[in-house]
């Protein structure tokens, strides 16, 4: 595996919001050069706390509010800093304007919009806007001591004192509001949109056309603008787009992902001395930063470009890793497509039809990052995944079984890997070491020993047992060997033994006592990160071995296995080596373990990560309380914990980190039964529940639907 060590610290510093490259600022003449969009990378220009509303330019300053109320006025040309605290407003402040005279904002608070003015950091007036809206499609700006506010199509003009002094109707809608530099000094101007122009206005003294341009109808993803007196530059979805008042040219700047910067994270944009500065969101370290574009160190992007496609599920997971990846790789870098940004198929079944014609004819990039949710298996089976074993070059016993052995396919007597799952979690059932079951461990053992008066399963109701029996379907239907025994005495019996099982049981689940006792010999769990196995430990008794006995079928305990995504090369794919290069990095220590410290979402497919992120979690002090799965968790010895009294001191050390490994070393995964086979069990099932039938017949009758389905009739 690749080491991406040198990174670790940047990304801690940047993940989730932004991998960038030259911290070295940025001076107060840099314009944007136009290159193509690989070439340029965000810098950081200035960082500072959370902020309130979005920063505001005036003159040589940019002015920032943060939460506690400190407004800082920066100039960037000499660096220096002057900070004014700011207090008496009343809701949440969403705007700010500035200029030497004075600073306004406008706070929303549960509709109701006031606008807030101050000189030289005293509160000297506040008015209810009642002309506004109450949705937040609000702009401001300043006019020296006066103050200017725009709504759709309308501006209001206010004095310091709060005096509403005019108002002017806009012929278009209204889309920044701003302070401009020109030769009288520094004018307010107004970016207004109608049938396809923007045109820019001054309205200061009175509305006049400055200037115009006609949009291209692709930038209707357009989500923020900003100008100056030469150009106008667009956010939309997928990168910053320029245009020149002066000829109309269109210039695409950047495309967000290869310039290092998480669309999610953006929130403004404003322009100084000639050059956008993005606003962002560093949601690890809960800043607020600047970012500036600049040419990538050595030109033009001479890398070799790898297409991504990935289906978003709203953690940002996939972008964010691309955007670390393009930052370090010294050969490649991504270009990261969401699908359904350039599938608008309305309905989930028309984009699924497509995402699958896209995937079999390989019209969908190099690599393939899909969600738990899709069916990998029957693109694998018509050719569209490379397979990993005998395609790259790579150590895959490195990873846990139980991350490449369940999605392996047997070709005759070889194996084929189509996919790695980046991460994963279980479920299943525990036990104490010392209670696991001895012989085979099926749902026929399940049942006898719980007919002979063991309590395997606190709170077992008829749902509790029919999705063991869903787990354990194995031990009568194989659809790859043909086998299907549903008609057997062994299901009947299940059956009968379902039918005698409540509907609802009353039991406490927090109560620990009783698995403690032997009282309840097992517990199903979700497991992924140590604070599962430590809270099995408090379940169980913390001197106790912990097993994962597995949900009962015909190979023994297995385990529900959940991947985070699977990754895929395309078979069409013509840059193997760059397509295994990023999914190496999806499962690299650096990438797995920066992007979770708020916690692990999975459990690396990886050993060696598993065993960095021990040593991460090592000499954590968990304290639980005295028969309870309540829980503090510190960094140091606590003795503060005055809720807690008799509490139990547990350390995260070599003992429980060789456990840890031991469930996964050791957990067996049987593969999924086919949707469509669960749906009869189901459907048959409830019927037998409602009296429809009896224990034999609907064990016929499920026997004869299953074994058309296995035969295709």
Request: glycine share 8%; net charge negative; hydrophobic share 40%.
């Amino acid at each position: 595996m690749k080491n991406y060590t040198r990174m670790t610290s940047l990304f801690l510093l940047f993940a989730y919001a932004f991998c960038l490259l030259n911290l070295s600022g940025c001076d107060s003449d840099e314009t944007v050069v136009d290159v193509p969009p690989a070439g340029l990378v965000a810098n950081e220009f200035y960082s500072y706390g959370e902020l309130r509303g979005s920063p505001y330019v005036y003159g040589d300053n940019i002015y920032l509010l943060q939460l506690d109320g400190t407004l800082t006025v920066y100039n960037p040309s000499d660096g220096a800093t002057v900070e004014t605290t700011l207090s008496g407003w009343d809701g949440n402040v969403y705007l700010l304007a500035a200029s030497p005279d004075g600073i306004s904002v406008v706070t929303n608070d549960t509709g109701a919009k006031t606008l807030w003015n101050y000189i030289d950091g005293t509160l000297v007036s506040s008015v209810e806007l009642t002309q506004l809206g109450v949705d937040y499609d609000t702009h401001l700006a300043r006019d020296g001591e006066n103050v200017v506010v725009g709504y759709n199509q309308s501006l209001y003009y206010y004095n310091s004192a709060g005096e509403l002094t005019a108002s002017e109707s806009l012929d278009g809608e209204l889309y920044w509001l701003g302070n401009i530099a020109s030769d009288d000094g520094v004018d307010v101007c107004a970016l207004v949109y109608d049938t396809g122009n923007l045109r820019l206005l001054s309205v200061s003294d009175k509305i006049r056309e400055l200037d115009s341009i006609v949009l291209n109808p692709t930038d209707e993803t357009a989500f923020d603008f900003a100008c100056d007196e030469r150009y106008i530059y667009i956010c939309t979805e997928y990168g910053l787009i320029r245009y020149s008042f002066e000829s109309g040219e269109r210039v695409e700047l950047c495309e967000w992902t290869a310039a290092g910067i998480l669309r999610s994270s953006i929130y403004d944009l404003i322009v100084y001395n000639g050059a956008p500065l993005i606003c962002g969101y560093n949601l690890i370290n809960q800043q607020s930063v600047l970012l500036s574009l600049a040419e990538r160190e050595g030109g033009v992007e001479t890398r070799t470009k790898i297409v991504v496609y990935y289906l978003e599920d709203g953690t940002n997971v996939v972008p964010n890793n691309v955007i670390w990846f393009n930052s370090i790789s010294e050969d490649f870098y991504i270009e990261c497509v969401e699908y359904r940004s350039v599938n608008t198929s309305a309905e989930w079944d028309d984009l699924m039809t497509a995402f699958d014609l896209d995937i079999i004819s390989g019209d969908i990039g190099d690599v393939l990052i899909l969600p738990s949710y899709i069916d990998y298996s029957k693109y694998a089976k018509q050719g569209a995944f490379l397979d990993l074993y005998e395609s790259v070059d790579f150590d895959f016993d490195s990873l846990y079984t139980c991350a490449t052995e369940p999605f392996e396919t047997i070709d005759g007597e070889q194996s084929r890997l189509y996919v790695v799952p980046t991460g994963f979690a279980l479920r299943t059932l525990f036990c104490k070491t010392d209670n696991l079951p001895d012989g085979e461990w099926n749902l026929d053992t399940f049942v006898e020993l719980t007919n002979s008066g063991e309590v395997l399963l606190g709170g077992l109701t008829r749902d509790k047992f029919l999705s063991l029996l869903y787990n354990g379907v194995d031990s009568y239907f194989d659809l790859d060997t043909g086998r299907c025994e549903f008609d057997s005495d062994s299901f009947v019996r299940l059956l009968e033994f379902a039918a005698s099982l409540p509907e609802r049981v009353e039991f406490d689940d927090d109560d620990v006592l009783p698995y403690r006792s032997d009282e309840i010999l097992m517990y199903e769990a979700d497991f992924m990160s140590f604070p599962e196995l430590l809270d099995l430990k408090a379940r169980f008794g913390f001197d106790e071995s912990i097993t994962a006995v597995g949900y009962p079928s015909a190979s023994g305990g297995s385990a529900e296995l959940d991947a985070s995504y699977y990754a895929a090369i395309s078979s069409q794919t013509e840059n193997v080596e760059g397509a295994w290069e990023f999914i190496e990095f999806m499962l690299s220590s650096d990438c797995i373990l920066n992007s979770s410290r708020r916690g692990m979402r999975s459990i690396p497919s990886s050993r060696d990560v598993v065993r960095q992120w021990a040593d991460v979690e090592r000499g954590l002090y968990y304290y639980y309380a005295p028969d309870s799965l309540a829980c503090r968790v510190r960094e140091e010895p606590s003795a503060d914990l005055p809720e807690m009294e008799g509490r139990i001191e547990i350390i995260v050390n070599d003992e429980i980190i060789a456990e840890y490994e031991s469930v996964l070393d050791n957990v067996r995964y049987i593969d999924a039964v086919p949707d469509a086979v669960v749906a009869i069990l189901s459907e048959e099932i409830e019927a037998y529940f409602a009296g429809v039938r009896d224990a034999e017949e609907t064990a016929e009758l499920i026997q004869g639907r299953a074994s058309r389905y296995v035969f295709g009739g």
